[in-house]
C-alpha cells in the first residue's frame, strides 16, 4: 500500500490567493483527518469525516476554511483567501475505524 | 473532557543515556493510549500503544505502561541513539467512542548527540 498520499509537498503563494490541499486515504479507510501543525500551537485537529460524512469541523479556524470528501479516495482542504498566518505543515491522516491513524507526508504551506 | 499534557521539551540527551519523557492525560471512561514519533520532515508514525490498564506497549526499544491509578503513560528507553531524535507525541482515545478521533498532547523534541 502506498500509504496516505498528499499533494503538493510544498505551496508557496502570496496573501490572497487560493490554495488547495489534496489527500488520498489509505484504500478501505472510512476516517479521514485534517490537521494543522505550527511551533505555536502544536498539532491541530481541523476537521475530520466518517465515510465521506463530515463528523466535527470545530477546528477549522474560520470561514476562509473549506473541507470536502467527495468519495472515499480523495479529500480537499481549501484556503480563499490565504493569510500569513496559514503558515503551516497540514497533514492528512486515515484509519479503518480502528485506534491507529495513519498520516501522511504533510503538506507545507508559506503565504508571503 | 478528553485531554494529553506532555513534559515540555526540548530534551537532549548524550547516546546510550536513558530517556524518560512523561505523559498524563483526562479522559471520560476507559481511553486507548498512544505514542506517535515524528522524524524530521516526516508525517506522525505510531510508536506503540496500550488499550487497558496496566498495559505495557513497547516498540524498537521504547516502552510504555498504562497506569490507570496516576492516569499516566510516560514513555521510557533505557538507551537513546542518534537516530531516535524526533519529536515525541502522547495522546488518547476516548473510551467508548467509536469516532476514531485522537486527543494529541504539545509534543517533546528529542535531540541524541554522539
Known amino acids: 500500500d502506498a500509504g496516505v498520499i498528499q499533494s503538493p509537498r510544498h505551496e508557496v503563494t502570496e496573501m490572497g490567493q487560493e490554495v488547495t490541499l489534496r489527500c488520498k486515504p489509505i484504500?478501505?479507510?472510512?476516517?479521514l483527518f485534517w490537521y494543522r501543525q505550527t511551533m505555536m500551537r502544536g498539532l491541530e485537529l481541523l476537521i475530520y469525516?466518517?465515510?465521506?460524512?463530515?463528523?466535527?469541523d470545530s477546528g477549522m479556524p474560520e470561514d476562509r476554511f473549506s473541507a470536502k470528501m467527495p468519495n472515499a479516495s480523495f479529500s480537499t482542504l481549501k484556503i480563499q483567501p490565504s493569510e500569513p498566518r496559514d503558515s503551516a505543515v497540514y497533514f492528512c491522516?486515515?484509519?479503518?475505524?480502528?485506534?491507529?491513524?495513519?498520516f501522511g507526508p504533510g503538506t507545507r504551506l508559506l503565504v508571503l | 473532557g478528553n485531554s494529553v499534557t506532555q513534559m515540555e521539551g526540548p530534551v537532549t540527551l548524550s547516546e546510550e543515556a536513558f530517556l524518560t519523557i512523561n505523559c498524563t492525560y483526562t479522559?471520560?471512561?476507559?481511553?486507548?493510549l498512544f505514542w506517535y514519533v515524528q522524524y524530521p520532515g516526516e508525517g506522525l508514525q505510531l510508536l506503540l500503544k496500550?488499550?487497558?490498564?496496566?498495559d505495557k506497549g513497547s516498540n524498537k526499544g521504547f516502552e510504555a505502561t498504562y497506569r490507570k491509578e496516576t492516569t499516566s503513560f510516560h514513555l521510557e528507553k533505557g538507551s537513546v541513539q542518534v537516530s531516535d531524535s524526533a519529536v515525541y507525541f502522547c495522546?488518547?482515545?476516548?473510551?467508548?467512542?467509536?469516532?476514531?478521533?485522537?486527543?494529541f498532547g504539545r509534543g517533546t523534541q528529542l535531540t541524541v548527540w554522539p
Open positions: 469525516f466518517n465515510n465521506n460524512v463530515p463528523i466535527d
Open positions: 479522559a471520560t471512561g476507559y481511553p486507548s
Open positions: 495522546a488518547l482515545k476516548g473510551g467508548g467512542s467509536t469516532l476514531g478521533r485522537l486527543y
Open positions: 491522516a486515515s484509519t479503518p475505524g480502528q485506534e491507529t491513524q495513519y
Open positions: 496500550a488499550t487497558k490498564a496496566d
Open positions: 484504500s478501505g479507510h472510512d476516517y
